[in-house]
């Protein structure tokens, strides 16, 4: 889910196309279709399946992006932009405060365990902590098979 909502979200802020492949906006569609069938009922989706694939961020993405216009598939397109509106406003009434901190969750997470768990605030900026590896391989002191050996030779 989190790749297709990236390779949409990426098509839409493309500045020479500015569009969604057709193969993308169908695939999205029957997404859309299939959990805003089973919203009133089933409630399938939780909170962290919205977080992981980014679906709060392709839902604004979609829906800033109304001024797109393809004469292609526009009906598709609008059904799609209708299911995103009525699942974002129904997951907003269900998860209340979860849906409004979903980025400071995202950047808790970055900062502890991700990509900027080194970056720390020194006054009013960002810097990166001094990075100490956490082991070092030492690939003498380990019995190598002779097929790894061939391959580590070849890669110098």
Request: aromatic share 8%.
């Amino acid at each position: 889910m989190l790749e297709m909502s990236e390779r949409i979200r990426t098509s839409l802020r493309d500045q020479h196309t500015r569009t969604i492949p057709q193969n993308n906006i169908d695939e999205l569609e029957q997404v859309l279709a299939a959990l805003a069938e089973e919203e009133p009922t089933i409630k399938r989706v939780g909170i962290n399946v919205i977080r992981e694939a980014r679906l709060d961020k392709l839902f604004e993405d979609l829906l800033d992006s109304a001024d797109i216009k393809t004469w292609i598939y526009e009906e598709l397109l609008d059904e799609v932009r209708s299911n995103a509106s009525y699942l974002r406003h129904n997951w907003k009434v269900r998860f209340g405060e979860e849906w409004h901190s979903l980025d400071k969750i995202r950047l808790r997470t970055l900062t502890k365990e991700g990509a900027l768990r080194h970056v720390v605030p020194e006054g009013q900026c960002w810097v990166v902590e001094k990075v100490q590896p956490i082991a070092c391989l030492d690939v003498g002191t380990y019995a190598l098979n002779a097929d790894f050996q061939r391959s580590f030779t070849n890669l110098h």
